[in-house]
């Protein structure tokens, strides 16, 4: 399956999220609005942010599985974290609005005791959105996309709130009304930082951030090649949910040519096996004691 493929199967992932979202979303501003649950509120309109959101990651994925052309030379597949980035200032800008009108009637004392029935649609949307998770994250893992997985972190932070809204209306019902209120600024917490995760790692993927512990693992991989005398160099960075990698080593100065075409094609094949790594560009010298 090439990388292209993959995206495509991402797709499948984000048209569930966005149809779950626009039907939990629906079902909890109806609910919240007839029981007077400003938990189950401020859960629903996460839930509609959250379609908003799913809507930027299926369309960067779309874009992602354009070819290259004559000015994006190593194709699109950066534009998941564009999208990704959407997705984030939507979700805390709707998170902070959620926040200032928790912390308003909490202080205001005009709490009413929500219905019953407000706490049990959060819970069966709390149970759903974990299985909309798991579905997420195990395909984001197959296809090694970031937008997905962070699609699925936004799933199981759904979940949660869903279950924080939940126990809010739950204590509601024993005469703590604030409880309540309380939980939808829990809520809205919640989607700030979750917005936040979210930006932070594609910020850190579009500047081209890597991981030391992946350089790491990688040099020690390479060290292992018996032609290869010393590591002198890597670097590292990602193309939407591709590795490039640049490196440059040192090895035996009297070896062919031929010889050290052979030993780059070893390495090369190795990395994309072992790292999955898409693009590598290796760069021999000649190792002096």
């Known amino acids: 399956m090439n990388q292209y493929q993959k995206i495509k199967k991402g797709e499948f992932g984000a048209w569930l999220s966005i149809i779950?979202?626009?039907?939990?979303?629906?079902?909890?501003?109806?609910?919240?609005?007839?029981?007077?649950?400003?938990?189950?509120?401020?859960?629903?309109?996460n839930n509609a942010t959250d379609v908003v959101a799913s809507i930027s990651i299926l369309i960067g994925l779309k874009i992602s599985r354009r070819p290259p052309d004559h000015n994006h030379h190593y194709g699109h597949f950066r534009a998941e974290l564009i999208a990704s980035l959407v997705a984030a200032f939507i979700?805390?800008?709707?998170?902070?609005?959620?926040?200032?009108?928790?912390?308003q009637l909490t202080f205001s004392g005009q709490s009413q005791q929500p219905s019953m029935l407000a706490g049990w649609i959060a819970l069966i949307s709390a149970c759903f959105m974990f299985g909309v998770y798991l579905f997420n994250r195990k395909l984001s893992i197959k296809i090694n996309s970031q937008s997905l997985f962070a699609a699925s972190q936004d799933n199981k932070a759904d979940a949660l709130i869903s279950l924080a809204a939940f126990f809010g209306i739950l204590g509601a019902q024993i005469g703590f009304t604030w409880?309540?209120?309380i939980a939808g600024l829990f809520v809205g917490i919640i989607i700030v930082y979750t917005a936040w995760k979210i930006f932070m790692d594609a910020s850190v993927t579009l500047t081209d951030g890597f991981e030391v512990e992946s350089v790491e693992e990688i040099k020690a991989?390479?060290?292992?090649?018996?032609?290869?005398?010393?590591?002198?160099?890597?670097?590292?960075?990602?193309?939407?949910?591709?590795?490039?990698?640049?490196?440059?080593?040192?090895?035996?100065?009297?070896?062919?040519?031929?010889?050290?075409?052979?030993i780059t094609d070893r390495i090369e094949s190795a990395l994309a096996?072992?790292?999955?790594?898409?693009?590598?560009?290796?760069?021999?010298?000649?190792?002096?004691?």
């Open 221 to 262: 991989f390479i060290e292992k090649d018996p032609d290869v005398k010393e590591v002198k160099d890597i670097k590292g960075r990602y193309d939407g949910n591709r590795i490039y990698l640049d490196l440059t080593l040192y090895v035996d100065p009297k070896m062919t040519i031929q010889h050290a075409h052979l």
């Open 273 to 289: 096996k072992q790292f999955d790594a898409d693009q590598i560009q290796i760069h021999l010298e000649p190792y002096v004691q």
């Open 20 to 45: 779950a979202y626009i039907v939990l979303a629906l079902t909890k501003i109806i609910i919240a609005q007839m029981t007077h649950s400003q938990a189950l509120r401020a859960d629903g309109l």
């Open 179 to 181: 409880i309540d209120p």
């Open 91 to 103: 979700m805390v800008t709707v998170g902070l609005q959620v926040i200032i009108n928790a912390i």
